[in-house]
């Protein structure tokens, strides 16, 4: 009898490949010494950004139809030759190349990890502790993220284009362990096999499945508001002149914070349950926005602190809901939409706060962001909270 909890290291090893980035303290550095100005740089991430939603459903659809071990393959290999353009690239139009690459390929791993994940599980009869094992995968990537920045530091003192050189090395460390990933068997009647099929299946999740509507749309706006946050963070640093040598110790604390309350999210769960857990998390996160705008100071600190607490427990609970309504045959679509969703949104309030930021205060984008999630999550989880249980 296949043992599918073998998968789980292997994942492990995905994740870090993924979130162990050492270029992401000196790549504005970096694009700088290769004559780019700020618009440029902004262009380019436009570039990664639309890479990845062109992607996302697609990729997730031929997770779902070819299997998740291929497509994590392939997202793998893609993301090594990304940064390995990178290393060897100058100029916009050669990094435009490298975001595309880079953009297509994690897209093609989004999704399926999580998708492969579950399965593995439900294939063990051992579901039940998904958003352990989720939490632990978080957790993971956020210490994995927090430790590459300081290497990524001490790196770029040889040279801005050193650790572009280690990345490509530490993201094809993924190539192998999707190789050697074991498929569990999907159990289905009908496989989806046609894009009218996959729409159809989009269609009737926010059409006629109400509770995988609802998981997914609360997992998208929070997944949009802890992104959202996260690029207040250092414009928040520089309004309360915190010392520029501070910023990654502050980042690296802020992604630790996360990589613990990511550990120990099954335990707030089943602490709390179900309806408590979600209120918790969508009014806590409110308060972070809140009290952040309103005390942009030293003080202001411990804020930062708790919405990265509470973001660390949301992400893994929240994908929970969305596995526990998803049929197998189409659970890597669904976390696809999730992250799709996540990207739209993103697209449409970010300017909105940026222009606020840069032509009012922040304390005004913080508080206004704020209560967009509070709004919009209360919204979203109303139709639950109608009746006694989900």
Sequence with gaps: ???????????????????????MPIVVLFYQSNEMGMHEIFVLKAIYSVAIVTMEIPSGWMADVWGRKKTLILGSILGSAGFFLYSFSYGFWAFAVAEIVLGIGHSFVSGADSALLYDSMKADNNTGKYVREEGRMASVGNFAEAIAGVVGGFLA??????????????????????????????????????????????????????????????????????????????????????????????????????????????????????????LLVVFLLSAGYFLAGISISYWGLAFLFLFYLVRGIATPIFKNYINQYTASEVRATMLSVRNFVIRILFAVIGPLLGWITDNVNLNTAFVLAGAIYLISACVVIWPWFKQPSP
Excluded: C
Excluded at 4 to 22: C, T
């Design 157 to 278: 003192a040889i040279s801005l284009r050193t650790p572009f050189y280690f990345q490509f090395g530490v993201a094809a460390i993924a190539i192998p362990a999707a190789f050697t990933l074991i498929e569990p068997k999907i159990h289905s009647t009908e496989h989806v096999h046609s894009i009218k099929k996959l729409v159809q299946n989009i269609r009737d999740t926010f059409v006629s499945d109400r509770n995988l509507r609802i998981s997914i749309l609360l997992s998208s706006v929070t997944g949009t508001a802890t992104l959202t946050f996260a690029w207040f963070v250092q414009p928040f640093f520089k309004a309360i002149d915190l010392p520029v040598e501070l910023f990654g110790i502050f980042w690296t604390a802020l992604n630790l914070t996360v990589g613990v309350s990511s550990a120990f999210a099954h335990k707030v769960e089943d602490f709390f349950g179900r309806k408590w857990s979600i």
């Design 1 to 23: 009898m296949t043992n599918f909890s073998k998968n789980i290291p292997r994942l492990y090893l995905i994740k870090i490949s993924k979130w162990f980035n050492m270029v």
